[in-house]
């Protein structure tokens, strides 16, 4: 292939891969708003935990591990979920909690999860899934099958005690795990430096057995790439990696308000975030690459037809029976207190 080929080869594979981003970005963005639009209704009878603001990382994240790596997250995962299955039907019947969902409305959405889709749980006690996590990792060691985990939480989980004992295990037995610290500065209203001994978390990671690579960017394919150097060092040095990213959250704690007058954090802070969005980011990237205003539209288009098609099938959609309860949960059918 002549040299010229070749750069047009890898432009053209740089421009379907920020297409696929903008595509998973859109999707998340465009989910979360209707939950805002919806919710007063009170139809969708659980607390929220939005993640707006920060679909760069779970899009970059997943699109790097793919549809086979194993992911856990938390309470904040409807990104993860829909970074990863694009399952608005599943999505929306399960915050609807009906029972046309795979998870039939028993988890809701502080507890998504799509095994097929290699999301493998979640848990809203901070820090709770990150041993899990290293569980299943352990798991893949011993089996020898070339699997990754990765395990999403927030900069509040690493202030819990769960956090320090996975990451001391994963770098003594040396496992495939990746650790994404999501840190939005924030514990429901509690800034890092009130919670914490430390200025820098990296530095103290640095000193275990394990890789430690950061970011503060908007910007998908940078957490993409990034993440693939992540997983090459797990895989060449055959020790865990801890990969910390840095994001703003948009809205209030839990719900999906705004809180800028709550007093803890400023409007001008959300400016300065808000200029470099990063679903905003990600279209101005599709412009340049040459993809017309128009095509753009069209498939953003699509997108919120699928989701409005889903809105409505879960709307529709019957409760699931009482005869369920039990069913898919650990419970001790005997047990008589
Ligand atoms: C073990 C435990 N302690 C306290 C809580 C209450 N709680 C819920 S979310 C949260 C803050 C967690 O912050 P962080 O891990 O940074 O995640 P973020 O909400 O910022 O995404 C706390 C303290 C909890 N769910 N679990
Ligand atoms: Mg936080």
């Given amino acids: 292939m002549k040299n010229q080929d070749f750069l047009i080869k890898i432009l053209d594979n740089n421009k379907i891969l920020n297409l696929e981003f903008y595509k998973k970005l859109f999707l998340i963005r465009r989910s979360e708003e209707k939950i805002i639009e919806l919710y007063p209704e009170n139809e969708m009878r659980m607390p929220m935990h939005m993640s707006m603001g920060g679909e760069a990382i779970a899009v970059g994240v997943c699109h790097a591990l793919g549809i086979k790596g194993q992911v856990f997250g938390s309470y904040r995962s409807h990104a993860i979920y829909l970074a990863k299955t694009q399952d608005t039907n599943n999505f929306f019947a399960e915050i609807y909690g009906k029972t046309t969902s795979s998870l039939k409305g028993k988890c809701g959405s502080m507890h998504l999860c799509a095994p097929d889709f290699g999301f493998m749980g979640a848990s809203a006690i901070v820090a709770s899934i990150i041993p899990v996590a290293c569980g299943t990792a352990f798991a893949n060691k011993r089996k020898n099958n070339g699997k990754i985990v990765s395990v999403f939480f927030g900069d509040g989980a690493v202030d819990e005690g769960n956090f320090w004992e996975s990451l001391n295990v994963a770098s003594l037995m040396k496992l495939p795990i ?160």
């Fill in 178 to 337: 990746l650790f994404v610290c999501e840190d939005n500065a924030l514990a429901v209203h509690t800034p890092r430096h009130q919670r914490q001994g430390y200025d820098s978390i990296v530095s103290i990671v640095s000193k275990f057995n394990c890789n430690v690579l950061e970011e503060s960017t908007t910007d998908t394919e940078v957490i993409y790439r990034k993440t693939c150097q992540a997983i090459e060092l797990i895989r060449t040095t055959q020790m865990p990696c801890f990969l910390y990213l840095r994001y703003y959250r948009y809205l209030e704690h839990v719900g999906t308000k705004e809180d800028f007058d709550a007093g803890y954090r400023s409007k001008e802070e959300f400016e300065k975030w808000h200029k470099k969005d990063p679903v905003n980011l990600q279209r101005k990237k599709l412009l340049r690459f040459g993809i017309e205003e128009e095509q753009i539209r069209k498939l953003e288009v699509e997108i919120e037809g699928r989701i409005e098609n889903s809105i409505r099938l879960a709307q529709k959609a019957p409760f699931t029976e009482i005869s369920e309860l039990h069913r898919d949960v650990f419970y001790e059918e005997n047990k008589k207190d």
